[in-house]
């Protein structure tokens, strides 16, 4: 049994004006549990804790009952009282009687017995509270970052020079990303690679940062600050120790048949292949399906040429386990496939490209030596349309709901490079919206229509066909005009609309961080803790959260590695002790809970137990308390009640509601 | 079904021989012809072996302790097609051992209620057999021949599916019977379409009835729990630590509550109940609403949302039509 | 006719087509699609439009309604699943809802027969242009 | 109405409401209603929650079985939960449970749930007196006691 | 194979080579057709608006004619299998469709969109295969460049009739190939021919049939072959290109001889 002591504060008049705070006191020490009751005018002062501390001592109180303003404001400040006196901080209940009760109702009689019945509610409750204890749990001082595109890079290079050891892996054979295939960026029109390789550079060379390239995440445990996780590299074939990057068996390759991916498949490649010439690391990798040693046996002729005896075919993939205290999750994006857009042609015709095609064929590295040449002919085109919104907010399920954000700002790029380098070419641009809210993309979308002569048409086009003799007939509609219009064009380019990279949704299952329909990750709070995944440890970095363009990319990714660095500060975490408890007693392990829980604290374990009748080995839920943020969801979702919240348990509810309950006077 | 019945045995003697089981769970005969229970033959003794129209007992649930000790060696179950949609929610909810089972799909072509036909008069049953659709009741007072499908249990006349779900072989059961053309609902509808007062009314008449045996707890596929919240200390709501009588008064509804989105609608709740409530009608009335409200998803209903679901007000507007 | 009268006409072509305007997102997708652009005095896209706005008077007074070759075009590739057909061919209901408004009278379909003309073409024109 | 204070108080009905709100939104909703001084039903007591998806559907029985007249549950909205999809799951539990109860006829009007955001104090205390007047407009609860097995 | 056949009124009369061909062609393909009994017009067009339930009731008695003898609907006809098809998808998703319709029919049990209906180009592909079709080819039609023409109704709404690829489809170039022909992609090939409404503007439907058949010939064409009764109408009498039906193409291939008033 309890020993409760109650503190009803006057709060000045706040409360003690339409609350009889001496009656509360009064009616409240009949209740079951009270030892001891008392009023006073401010129990927040230092007087009113003093009274709390020395009633503490003089009654042996186990429990306390503050009957004062709302816990959200001072739950903590008596919390902290008790535990001066030596009781355990969780022992304290607050019943609200100031803004539930005494400053929203007039009359006397009603407003203190309302409060009656709150405190009798806060009493009922305390008679059921158990001491609880904060966890805490060890950090490690280690970072992972997935996904090595701008976003993983930034992400890295910043924890890295606050001192903490971060690791990269990136599933593609070199780092950079989707931004390593841009030719300039908007809206400064600087060129990509200028200011990407540099920091890839940095991020090869930073002694904090390790780069795992051609490798995967293929196993996530643990929780924020423990994680452990798996990491697959992919046997490429050669040894990155021994080789140099001089190029010697992409050249002796015999077979030419690879589509290069890094062209968006416009040239072809080798089996044994650089992605490009500025790739990180610099060393080549095998594709094995192509490969003709692979396929039959014979060749070898790229182990023969290498003069550092790199080539390896026997080479296996190799596991890594590392532990980290946070992950970052910086996936990036893709383009969709275009199979449900036939309409535009985009399969039928050749010179029917997408913007990162149409990207690699103005860069001075792609496929024509940046020379804007046509697929079909090698001709350079003299009338462009440009289709934006392809996939992009269609709600047909053929697409994609959401904008993409970043087409009408390079899509006015493509346009406006087009017309500098090529003036003599027409340029059409078919737009729904043009959306350009960012520092200088209005100005840089008018500079398009204004000085470069960029035609933008308000409407959508309803059909791409070919007239038999090698140009592309686009009818489409101009609204504005109220006119239907064929144009008769050399190219046309599809502003596709972007995706979640496919990785995604895999990574998402094993880090179990949440994610929207469309697999873009879930932010902890959409406006508050945009950097942050709901499943502590996991921070978002980039397009891999939602649709951005480069800046908005950076700035992400240094948030979410002020974000890392915050945590990795750290030694220990403390955890919120109300937290879920499962009762293996009880537990059937029927995984309900589980699946209802938002962070994934909760797993399964073969368990001996033993309640004095039975002993058996049973699957039984265990709560990970460094990960559990105590919402209760999976109580509910628990038939036998195995499940309980600390802090809210059922029958500390139940009791809540039997007291409010009661008659009153009973 | 005799025959049916005889294959089934020699079906077990080969899997027996075989070494792929070590005991079965099947239907022993009773002292009547129509009192056949659940029953565990080992070591190769079908003596009492039967599977006939009156084995409609859904043996799933037996699996949870029979699969439980790996040192035992396989238990074959027998399986109608109804009695596999439990079966593997018991493997989906890990409340078996399922490496330890060998699921025996089995053609099933409607089962008997024995209290139909002694309602129907028919008194003094010594035996019963069967022929074809028609039972032979062989009686005090001489011999009968009544149409099986007469007298099926109320779950059968609303049979919806002869798919076998999770089974590790399918036996014969391309012999299986035709579902049932009624629909399932129909009995729901037409509670839905009662006044508020009328609906209490009749649930007050029927739960009135309960004597809470916890038969529909026992046999329920759903109601697998090591402990029951009801039996739970701890739980705030079991009868012991309550002097009040409220796990008397809302067991149904919670129990359904906890079921739902998982009840399988074997009927096995209404079944059993000694006092005929129809329990079933209120699972059901939960497998409609996740129809209606939340359409076909692969996950129990309670354990998933989109975040475009109905808001609960959905009920104040669908109830304005029936007053 | 009146406003109101107009405005409930609206209303009906819209539960009889089952279309909801406000998804359309003025893409003009559907204009841009259409065969018979050249042939119509207001086109998918404004269909949508003026029926949502209420004016559906000139829709149905407009040979518009008799262009539509129902070929779903429209339909089809609109990005947000619109039909603006559905909504053409609604408006076109209740302009031939009333007595004596026959596009395609009995007497004028000797007209258009010649010997190769199909049984199709007589049901889908007396379908679309009369009651 | 009754001029003497007294019968009134005897006679008029005092309907017993509890209200659950979940911490985050509700609960400082609440507040703010109190620290805007918009009165509410007297009759209305809230009881705290970490989260809407805490609230067991016995928690609503047991009020009912205990005399409650209402009960009424609040939330964060939708896509706004502290825990990010605690409210999707009260959301179809509750749908459920409330059309369980219309279905055997306890009066669905008894139990509601409403999104309340921290900045909602007026609708939190506009939900509450309309609430509060429905339950009045019902009367003393009856039904969920009285649906017993013996 | 066995199917109930939906023929149609168009192919018991102006288009009843259509109807002949396909049942030759199926014979030899061992696909048996059997016509259904006491069928009625489909109505031509599918009735759109969401009022017209009386429109759809000759559909739904096939539809439901068919699923009582537990076979799939087979259609030659495009405009029969459009206004079939879209019927059965009210059937099934359509509740006030759905309702009315079985209660007006008294259907018992009702009809819920049970029945599988299919073209006879879905037959060959996805029943019968193309490769079974290759090896009946008797006279193949090497060298003769043939545009395949679709049309609207096959193919949209694609939502409902899943036939094919709506903008890019594939099924008669298909064919066209297991035939020994040498399929011509005509980007026009599912633009509108003008349908009915060269009931009243013979000016708007010769433009569209224009368009088609000169971008046909732009593409190196030499005959269009169509699925579709009015297409072929409308072809015939505004185009200058030989038109066939498609199942006249494979009678022809597979050596069958089908006389002019057959």
Known sequence: MQRIGVFVCWCGSNIAATVDVKKVAEELKSEPGVVYSADYQYMCSENGQNLIKSAIKDYSLTGIVVCSCSPRMHEATFRKTASEAGINPYMVEIANIREQCSWIHKDMATATQKAIILGRAAVAKVNLNTPLTEGESPVVKRALVIGGGIAGIQTALDIADAGYKVDIVEKKPTIGGKMAQLDKTFPTLDCAACILTPKMVEAAQHENITLYTYSEVEEVKGYVGNFDVKIRKKARYVNENLCTGCGECTSKCPSRKGLNEFNMGLDGRGAIYIPFAQAIPNVPVIDTAQCIKFKTGKCGLCQMNCPSKAVDFSQKDEFIDEKYGAIVVATGFDIITLENYEEYGYSMYKDVVTSLEFERLMNAAGPSKGHLERPSDHKQPKTIVFVQCVGSRDTTGCGKEYCSKICCMYTAKHAMLTREKYPDTEVYVFYIDVRTPGKNFDEFYRRAVEQYGVHYIKGMVGKVYDDGQGHLMVRGSDLLANEQLTIKADMVVLAAATKADESARKLGTMLTASMDTNDFFTEAHPKLRPVESPTAGVFLSGFCQGPKDIPETVAQAGAAAAKVIGLLAKNKLKSNPCVARADSLICSGCSNCEKVCPFGAITYAETDVNDGTVREKRRVAVVNEAVCKGCGACTVACPSGAMDLKGFTNKQIFAEVDAICRQTGE | ?323 | MTENEEKKLCAEALIISGVKPEKCMKCGKCSGACPSYDEMEYHPHQFVDMVSKGQIKKLMESASIYKCLSCFVCVERCPRNVMPANIIEAVRALQERPQGTDRLTPDEVKNILDDDTPQQLLMAAFRKYSR | ?150 | ?262
Not at chain 2, 77 to 86: F, N
Not at chain 4, 12 to 19: D, L, R, S, V
Not at chain 4, 127 to 144: C, D, H, Y
Not at chain 5, 65 to 76: H, P, T
């Open chain 2, 1 to 323: 079904m005799q025959m049916i019945a005889e294959k089934i045995k020699e079906k077990i003697k080969e899997l027996t021989e075989n070494g792929k089981i070590s005991r079965v769970m099947g239907w022993k005969k009773g002292l009547y012809g129509y009192d056949s229970e659940p029953f565990v033959f080992e070591n190769g003794d079908l003596r009492d072996f039967t599977y006939d129209a009156f084995s409609g007992a859904n043996l799933c649930k037996y699996m949870i302790a029979q699969s439980k000790n790996d040192g035992d060696g396989k238990i074959l179950v027998l399986l109608k097609p109804c009695d596999t949609w439990g079966f593997e929610l018991l493997d989906k909810e890990h409340r078996i051992k399922r490496e330890n089972i060998y699921a025996l799909g089995i053609p099933c072509g409607g089962m008997v209620d024995i209290e139909k036909i002694k309602k129907s008069g028919v008194k003094g049953i010594t035996e019963i057999s069967e022929k074809e659709d028609t039972l032979i009741l062989k009686t005090m007072y001489g011999e009968k021949e009544v149409n099986k499908k007469d007298y099926l249990l109320d779950k059968c006349l609303v049979c919806s599916s002869k798919e076998y779900k999770d089974c590790d072989e399918l036996f014969m059961t391309d012999l299986c019977g035709d579902t049932a053309e009624y629909d399932r609902f129909e009995e729901v509808e037409k509670l839905e379409k009662l006044s508020s007062s009328e609906k209490f009314e009749f649930w007050r008449s029927q739960l009135e009835k309960c004597i809470r045996c916890n038969a529909c707890r026992n046999v329920c596929p759903a109601c697998s729990c090591v402990k029951c919240v009801f039996d739970n200390d701890n739980s705030g709501v079991a009868a012991k630590a309550n002097a009040n009588d409220f796990e008397e008064n809302l067991f149904h509804i919670i129990r359904a509550f906890h079921v739902c989105g998982r009840c399988v609608d074997c009927g096995e709740c209404s079944r059993v109940c000694p006092q005929n409530i129809p329990l079933h009608l209120l699972n059901r009335k939960y497998i409609k609403d996740i129809k209606e409200l939340y359409g076909d998803e692969d996950e129990a209903a309670l354990l998933t949302f989109t975040t475009e679901d109905k808001e609960p007000s959905v009920v104040y507007e669908r109830g304005k039509n029936n007053v």
């Open chain 4, 1 to 150: 109405m009754q001029t003497d204070r007294g019968v009134t108080a005897e006679k008029e009905f005092q309907p017993k409401i509890i209200a659950f709100c979940c911490n985050w939104c509700s609960y400082a909703g609440a507040d703010l209603a109190g620290s805007g001084r918009l009165s509410y039903s007297a009759d209305v007591k809230i009881i705290r929650v970490p989260c809407s998806c805490r609230i067991n559907p016995m928690f609503i029985l047991r009020a009912f079985q205990k005399g409650a007249d209402g009960v009424i549950l609040a939330g964060c909205h939708p896509g706004d939960c502290h825990y990010s999809t605690g409210n999707y799951f009260t959301r179809r539990r509750m749908t459920l449970l409330f059309s369980m109860l219309d279905y055997m006829g306890i009066e669905k009007e008894r139990t509601r749930v409403e999104w309340i955001s921290a900045a909602e104090g007026a609708k939190f205390s506009a939900t509450m007196n309309e609430f509060a007047g429905e339950i009045k407009k019902l009367g003393r609860s009856k039904r969920l006691g009285d649906l017993r097995c013996r």
């Open chain 5, 1 to 262: 194979m066995e199917y109930d056949y939906y023929p149609g009124c168009t192919l018991k009369n102006k288009a009843s080579h259509l109807d002949i061909c396909a049942r030759k062609a199926a014979e030899k393909l061992g696909a048996a057709m059997t016509e259904i009994p006491e069928w009625q017009c489909c109505g031509g067009v599918y009735p759109m608006a969401g009022n017209e339930t009386a429109q759809k009731l000759p559909a739904v008695r096939a539809l439901n004619e068919a699923k009582s003898r537990g076979r799939d609907l087979l259609c030659v006809c495009s405009a029969c299998y459009h206004v079939l098809k879209s019927v059965n998808y009210d059937m099934a998703n359509n509740a006030t469709v759905i309702t009315k319709a079985n209660t007006y029919l008294e259907n018992d049990p009702w009809y819920k969109g049970e029945t599988r209906v299919l073209h006879y180009l879905e037959m060959l592909r996805d029943d019968i295969g193309f490769e079974k079709v290759k090896k009946c080819v008797e006279k193949p039609l090497t060298g003769k460049k043939i545009a395949s023409y679709y049309g609207c109704l096959l193919l949209r709404p694609s939502k409902i009739m899943k036939f094919d690829n709506p903008e890019n489809p594939s099924v008669m170039e298909s064919l066209i190939k297991a035939l020994g022909g040498e399929p011509v992609i005509d980007p026009f090939r599912n633009e509108c021919c003008g349908g009915y409404v060269s009931a009243e503007d013979t000016e708007l439907t010769e433009k569209k049939v224009r368009d088609i058949v000169e971008s046909v010939k732009a593409h190196g064409g030499e005959m269009i072959v169509t699925a579709c009764p009015l297409c072929m109408y409308n072809l015939k009498k505004y185009g200058d290109l030989p038109v066939k039906y498609f199942t006249e193409l494979i009678c022809e291939a597979f050596g069958i001889e089908v006389l002019e008033d057959d």
